[in-house]
């Protein structure tokens, strides 16, 4: 497809599992970023990947979560331990470069029992 | 205190009505600026560039006080299709991270 897809497009989970959301960006975007959003609140930053450089991940909330991309590409944000907290969506947006427009993903909508 | 920062309105208007909606950032050093919108349980999407200068499109204003810190967007002769929450994005971090505000909701009623 021409846009960002991520999948699922909704999760529901119990309490303690461990959950792996998926983005595929716009294929030559070299610039990706996870933000995740709660309901009725605005986007919080969790991590951003630029190319080859290493990953900007002062948004991650605790070690609980990470995120890779592989070869430049996928991106993979995974939770561990999941808390009734984490309910979210989350939200992948790629760019053609640093600072430059966001496209978004539709989001995971992620709920925790 | 968040790094940009809105009203969270919501701001009803009628149609054809002039609005102003305002954002605040903390990091002096933010040098991109954007507005974002967002429909209802939909993904954000880009509305405009925020230039120093200023910058119009359309029925779109967008302004840029950098003494003062703020961000504003006016929306001239609102049409029912303007309901939304517009996002204000700060770029901060050397272009890597872009810092979005809450979001100012907009309700515009016939």
């Known amino acids: 497809g021409a846009g960002v897809s991520q999948s699922p497009s909704n999760k529901v989970t119990e309490k303690g599992k461990d959950v792996e959301l998926r983005c595929d960006p716009i294929s030559g975007h070299t610039a990706l970023y996870w933000y995740r959003q709660s309901l009725g609140q605005g986007l919080e930053f969790l991590i951003y990947f630029q190319g080859n450089s290493a990953p900007d991940k002062s948004g991650l909330p605790s070690d609980r979560f990470s995120a890779e991309r592989t070869g430049g590409s996928v991106s993979t944000l995974t939770i561990q331990r999941t808390q009734q907290e984490d309910s979210a969506v989350y939200l992948c947006?790629?760019?053609?470069?640093?600072?430059?427009?966001?496209?978004f993903g539709e989001g995971s909508r992620l709920t925790v029992l | 205190r968040k790094e940009v920062e809105q009203d969270p309105g919501p701001f009803n208007v009628p149609e054809g009505a002039t609005v102003a909606f305002n954002c605040t950032y903390s990091?002096?050093?933010?040098?991109?600026f954007f507005w974002y919108r967002q429909d209802c349980r939909k993904e954000p999407k880009l509305l405009m560039s925020?230039?120093?200068s200023g910058n119009e499109d359309g029925r779109f204003t967008a302004q840029l006080n950098r003494a003062s810190q703020y961000i504003s967007l006016l929306i001239r002769d609102s049409k029912l299709s303007d309901s939304a929450t517009y996002l204000c994005v700060a770029v901060s971090g050397g272009y890597n991270k872009l810092i979005f505000g809450a979001g100012t909701r907009l309700a515009v009623h016939p």
């Open positions: 947006a790629s760019s053609s470069g640093a600072g430059g427009e966001l496209f």
């Open positions: 990091n002096s050093a933010s040098q991109s």
């Open positions: 925020v230039y120093s």
